[in-house]
């Protein structure tokens, strides 16, 4: 008997696919290539490895640098150190009195500056002074001045010399090395016009004021006490005009002059003292003919009205220097 030979129909019920579709084959998860992926993580772990050996390196290098640099410091130190204590006690003295030199070069003071404004400007301030507690803020005042004594001569200026018309800027001169400023102030009565000096002069408590004694001319006592010899001794501020020698007495005659006397004017004194001495340096010096000076004076009755001994040349101009000006003029043999 013959085996039954049955057919099946093998066609999918599924539509035939065409050509370019994917086949549907369903959700497939990503293979990764085993060897790609072992060679690559060794190249991470290399590289990992070798970041952190040159992270070592550095701060070996770091520390190194560190080492040597403090080791260098020490070493100076110590040379230092050395150099020192090799020196002599008279080396380090001398190294000691050098560093005292500079401080005190740079702790010196600058010579003080006064420009012409700020001349100008405290000149007009203080000439409008007429309260005695404002005094202090624009005069200097001398030994026996007083605050009421400028306000008295403020107010009588305008009787005695007449009214202010300007104020003149002259350049600052040197008196006993201390800068003083100059200002020569105008003033007109009728058709007389006339000029007084104003010295300024600087300390560091009030800065720049007015030397009063020398704006006002003081003469201690009055001039009219000096003239009548009812005085016995004076200081006076006047000018140096010229000397003449009087053989017979071999005695030098100065002619003086002072604009607050209308008297002619003499003082004496012996060729080769200390004042004599004094005055030629005075007359020495390289300006106009007529020169500013402080005398201490003794009137000489025998002689007459207007003549004077010169005891003392204190100052070089009107304003008082550090000290006498004629010590500087006084040798072993002077009395």
């Not at 070592?56 to 640098?65: M, P, Q, Y």
């Not at 030397?211 to 006047?238: H, K, N, T, Y």
């Amino acid at each position: 008997m013959k085996p039954r030979i049955v057919e099946y129909d093998a066609k999918s019920p599924r539509p035939d696919r065409a050509v370019g579709d994917a086949p549907g084959i369903g959700r497939v998860a990503k293979v990764t290539d085993v060897e790609s992926s072992s060679k690559a993580s060794g190249r991470r772990r290399r590289v990992e490895g070798q970041s952190q050996g040159e992270q070592v390196d550095r701060l070996i290098r770091s520390l190194t640098l560190t080492a040597i640099s403090v080791a260098v410091v020490m070493l100076l130190i110590f040379i230092v150190v050395w150099v020192k204590r090799s020196l002599t006690p008279d080396e380090q003295a001398d190294d000691a009195v050098r560093v005292d030199r500079h401080r005190v070069v740079d702790a010196a003071p600058r010579p003080a500056v006064l420009d012409e404004r700020e001349a100008l400007e405290l000149m007009r301030r203080g000439l409008a002074v007429r309260f005695v507690a404002r005094v202090g803020e624009y005069f200097k005042l001398g030994a026996t001045s007083r605050a009421d004594d400028v306000v008295a001569f403020l107010e009588g200026m305008e009787s005695k010399d007449g009214l202010v018309s300007g104020l003149d800027y002259q350049p600052p001169i040197l008196v006993d090395s201390q800068t003083v400023g100059c200002v020569e102030v105008l003033t007109c009565s009728g058709e007389r016009t006339t000029k007084r000096l104003a010295l300024l002069v600087h300390d560091a408590e009030h800065g720049w004021r007015i030397d009063f004694d020398a704006f006002a001319r003081l003469a201690e006592p009055s001039w009219q006490s000096l003239l009548d010899a009812s005085a016995s001794e004076g200081i006076v501020r006047v000018h140096v005009a010229g000397v003449s020698i009087e053989e017979s007495a071999a005695t030098e005659c100065w002619t003086l002059e002072s604009p607050d006397v209308e008297v002619a004017l003499h003082g004496y004194c012996q060729p080769g003292s200390p004042q004599s001495r004094a005055m030629h340096a005075v007359m020495d010096q390289d300006a106009p003919s007529r020169q500013r000076v402080t005398l201490v004076v003794r009137p000489l009755k025998e002689r007459g009205r207007g003549d004077f001994g010169i005891q003392r040349v204190i100052s070089s101009d009107w304003v008082m220097g550090r000290q006498s000006f004629d010590e500087q003029f006084r040798g072993s043999l002077d009395p």
